[in-house]
């Protein structure tokens, strides 16, 4: 009697249920969250931190389509940090060179 | 997406782009460019850089405040001066310097950590830690947080 033959691979690639999805994982921009809360001194930083965050723990429990969601969020709150910060920093130098506040 | 670079052991041998190296280069530039003008032009005296403008605004310290003069304070190897303005800033400084390493570990084929591969319990514990120093650094008796 046979018994047959083994089991054919996963072709799935054997990713266990609920595990990390294959492939990199999508950029969390950790390093931006920390560097606009820290310099921007603004509830953005916050922000990133959540989303840098979500993308971690979507990642790890296999929800693929949500972790690159937050991590594109996180993409943008860092652009927005930045672009936020060079506004004020410019802002300021017109204010100080045009107008003469902080002279005094 | 690079499909081919999922679940393969680490390849020393896969060299790292034109870019990447350049973005490194780069941003390795800036930050010195930074800490030179960050040492030479003192935070400490009104006038230099712009008020927070969160501070502006409502009068309450953010967990940024003070972190110009922090690293002022570590760029002239005051430790205990950068504490005292902003010892979020000074923790913060340090991990950056281990992302930094590690990025270049990385670029250079060896395997270091990345902030992807970061459990998220730590993300939202740094979180929570954020959140508590801006609150703590504005309540009375924990002042000690605060630039001031």
Known sequence: MSYGQPPPPNPYGGQPYGGPPAGPPPSNNLVWAILSTLLCCLPLGVVSIVFAAQVNGKWQSGDQAGAHDAANKAKNFAIASAVVGLVVILGYIILVVAVGVGTT | ?148
Do not use: K
């Open chain 2, 1 to 148: 997406m690079e499909l081919l670079a999922s679940g393969q052991p680490t390849a020393p041998t896969t060299r790292p782009g034109r870019g990447a190296v350049g973005g490194f280069v780069a941003t390795t530039g800036a930050a010195l460019a930074a800490a030179g003008v960050l040492r030479t032009v003192d935070p400490h005296q009104s006038g230099h850089y712009p008020t927070c403008p969160f501070l502006a605004v409502t009068g309450v310290w953010c967990p940024g405040c003070g972190s110009l003069r922090a690293l002022h304070d570590l760029l002239h190897l005051d430790l205990v001066g950068g504490l005292q303005r902003n010892p979020l800033a000074v923790a913060g400084v340090a991990a950056l310097a281990v992302a930094w390493v590690c990025w270049g570990l990385r670029l250079a084929g060896r395997d270091a950590p990345h902030p992807t591969r970061i459990g998220p319990r730590w993300i939202w514990a740094l979180l929570g830690l954020v959140l508590a120093f801006a609150v703590l650094r504005n309540v009375p008796g924990w002042t000690w947080l605060s630039p001031a």
